[in-house]
């Protein structure tokens, strides 16, 4: 029989006798083994201190009475940076990859999308950073990501709690003695830094005095109501990138929960069976009606023109195509139960494919008569993106797929459009296709504002009526850059445009 031998002092039990201990033995005086010597409560390190207070050094000089724009996504990237501190280096190229395409569209132009989608990148950069060991896949993050959001405010409270607590008093407990020689510690440092700031401080008075540049320099950086102001915006700053730096442990997940099976009420192999012969005869007959007018020029009711036809029937159209994509979702788990389903639900998405091509030719015909807006341009973008989302489920359909596989992809075909898109400039599209048109929408043209500014001008060369708009409005105005901390492509691509626009007309006047 082996003699079993503990080798050692059980931690709880050196911490319940701590008073049978030495000075020099109590449990307060040597911090746990299993967390670092210098770590705070709340993932604050000396090392994560001081990248906060650089960062905010870096607000400050980047947004203090400054416009934004590159400066956004230079202090996102720095955000990140300081967050992956400690983490291993092929996350934090990860990491920073992320960020760095989240802020790509900020670069390019500064309006909401692009700004969603630098606080989407430098979000995710953190949950890759704090959820590295829990797992990997599409769900997986989608989950931890939501998980992020909905603790976003414990995250707040905690990352305080850890800023704070330095500066907390001690309770009565083991630790008091501990705490008496702390604050004798600080007590010696106070005495030994008063002689040497207080003179620093009558000197930098007299120095002032003497320097007028100095001097004026002083007054501006230590007016009162400036000082209030700056120390509110560093506050709101701190505030704004704490969760991102603290590091709050999180319990790992048990399990991921698995996705459920859309079932609505009254949904079963024979409602659905008739519900999609039913379906399809109906869209059949509307898209035969859309083929005899669009295609074969058959004459439409009394007392509607063609434009108003248009009109009305695109939105009920994209309309009835969504409901469709939610419908296959609802019946997909069915297509087992009886052999016609799968044709029957591969015609029901063949016939709404082609009833969202019909929508988009009938908006497309009243973009002709009416003009392009920035709503009827949004509706061509997502008519196009119901369409593909109808193509996926078709071939979901026909690979036998399930549900989950068609919801990420349709999320990531829809979140690489809004992406795209903050790349574009939809002014300058539709103020090139209206400027082009006989009758020109003066009003609407001049909302555009500055992005439209080189397609006016051009237009202004050309057509007499299009000069009154480089006058008269700000979308013939050429857009500003201040300095690099507001420089965007967009804007200095448009200013490139005018420059050569300017040469040009130069060259043809010489």
Known sequence: MQSFEMRGRPRSLSRDGWWLASEAHQPDAVPPSDSPGRQCEGG?????????????????????????????????????????????????????????????????Y??????????????????????????????TFILHLADFLIALPDRWLFALRGLLRPFAARGPGPGRAVAHRDRGTRGRGLRDWAFPLGGSLIFLAL?????????????????PWTLILRVCFWAGLALMILPFLSRRPAAKMAHLPAWRVLQLPGLNPRSVLRALILFNLLIGLQILS???????????PAGMNFSEYAHRGAWPLLATAMLAGGFTL?????????????????????????????????LDHYIDA????????????WMGLVGFSLMLMAWQVLAMRSNSWVVI????????????????????LIA???????????????????????????????????????????????????????WGFRNADVLHKLALQQAQAEGEAG
Not at 69 to 83: I, K, M, P, Q, R
Not at 114 to 130: C, K, N, Q, Y
Request: aromatic share 8%; proline share 5%.
């Open 44 to 108: 604050w390190d000396p090392a994560r201190i001081m990248g906060l207070i650089l960062l905010l050094l870096l607000g400050d000089f980047l947004f203090w009475q400054q416009h934004v724009g590159l400066s956004l996504a230079l202090f996102s990237l720095a955000v990140t940076l300081v967050a992956s501190h400690g983490s291993p280096l092929r996350l934090r190229l990860v990491a920073l990859s992320i960020s760095l395409a989240g802020a790509l569209p900020v670069v390019d």
């Open 110 to 139: 500064v309006l909401p999308l692009s700004v969603a989608f630098l606080l989407a990148g430098l979000i995710s950069s953190v949950v890759v950073l704090a959820r590295a060991d829990h797992g990997r896949g599409a769900c």
């Open 207 to 223: 120095i002032l005095e003497a320097n007028p540049l100095l001097l004026q320099l002083g007054r501006e950086t230590l007016d």
């Open 290 to 300: 859309d083929a005899s007018i669009l295609i074969g020029g058959a004459s439409l």
């Open 330 to 362: 609802a019946a997909r788990p069915f297509l087992q139960e009886h052999r016609a389903l799968r044709p029957l639900l591969l015609l029901w998405l063949v016939q709404n494919i082609l009833l969202s091509g019909a929508a988009a030719l009938r």
């Open 370 to 381: 009416y003009g392009l807006t920035f709503l009827r341009l949004y509706a061509l973008i």
């Open 409 to 428: 992809r349709l999320f990531c075909a829809a979140l690489s459009v809004l992406y795209a898109s903050s790349f574009i400039n939809f002014a300058a």
């Open 432 to 486: 090139a296709q209206n400027l082009s048109r006989d009758r020109i929408d003066i009003p609407y043209i001049c909302d555009l504002g500055p992005q439209a500014a080189a397609e006016v001008r051009l237009a202004a060369h050309r057509r007499p009526e299009a000069a009154l708009l480089t006058s008269y409005c700000a979308a013939g105005r050429a857009p500003k850059i201040r300095g690099w901390r507001d």
